[in-house]
């Protein structure tokens, strides 16, 4: 299978249906696959250069049963709306209407159709994750099973609430309420870690938080096991173990389809920090090509933190500053002025954020406990671990620690500078 989709994948998009055929030399299931993974990658969202699909696709899909609309039942649920739609499935709010008790769920069902084995396996792989993780900050698993026509579907908790990103801005979360927040963030995906999963897909919009302040971690959807045994850590080819993501998020590892580790988090972790600080990504990437994610991800740096402060955000065509995205509004949002952010992100948080961003997994954080861990320090005001040990950083750290025995000691100083002179006078 990574064969043929290498192969599509270096052809122009006009031909890659005529020659899927050729390349999977009969071999039909081959064929369903990969037009498979193309079509409901692409229509997640989600990087794959996928083309349309073919007509036998369509026509298959067009004979499966219609999927459910609001009202309709599943299991001991109503459907009350439609909340999302991605590459595998609906996610619908619904209601509880049987076992004696009222409960308020989101249900996700596999679309009509695409029960592939691939996209089968990773349905019920996020379902065995979120049956595995038990953490206040991680969406719940309520209940599973299967529609009338064999549909699989789970019920998880229903979060109100809207993305970290937007949550910090629409509150105008200054820089320490985000790196607090953000910690839940690192503590969730750190559990998920030590329970053998890595996400692999984290970004703002995969992590809603309450109008109480409670962020929640969704969307296991291509979370990966790391557990030697079991069904659902059957090993997976590079091309469909990593190149399933979204490319302004994804680790170079991801997009260049190396084998995971939980480095991969930790660097899409790095992601969106920076973009909670500053409002910006550290890469834009200008097209959907693979070279053009790779040009982007791979092979450019990202400015520091505070620099980033202090440009405008760029128009849809990446020609001219966006006026409705300047610094002035950045900082606004962050309950600050653009000189005063800039200077609130220069030197600790600088070093954290391009620490998480290395290029080289080896390079980063060994874990999201440590990013954390340096993130903590620098909100208590210590010497952060990703920058480089001198006698004047460890100095500007205890002066800015102490400030009150600093300011006691140089007036000490003082008085007996002042009083040697008196003598001498």
Known sequence: MERVLRALLALPSERRTTELAALCAGEEWLQREVEALL??????????????????????????????LPGQRIGPYRLERRIASGGMGDVFMARRVEGGFEQVAAIKLMHAGTHTRELL??????????????????ARLLDGGATADGRPYFAMEFVEGVSIAEYCDAHRYTVRQRLELFLKVCDAVHYAHRNLIIHRDLKPANILTTPAGQPVLLDFGIAKFLAPEGPLAAPETALTDARWMTPEYASPEQVLGAPLTTACDVYSLGVILYELLTGHRPYRVQGPSLLEVERAVCGSEPQRPSTAVTRSLLTADGEVPNPALTPELMSARRSSTPRLLAQSLRGDLDSVILMALQKEPDRRYRGVDALADDIRRHLAGVPVLARRATWAYYAQRFLRRNRVVASAVGLAVLALLGGTATTLW
Not at 41 to 68: I, K, V, Y
């Open 39 to 68: 079509r409901h990658e692409a229509a997640a969202e989600r990087f794959l250069l996928a083309p349309a699909a073919p007509a036998e696709a369509t026509s298959a899909a067009d004979s499966a049963p219609a999927d459910p």
């Open 121 to 138: 396996r990773r349905f019920q792989q996020e379902r065995q994750a979120l049956a595995q993780l038990s953490h206040a900050n991680i």
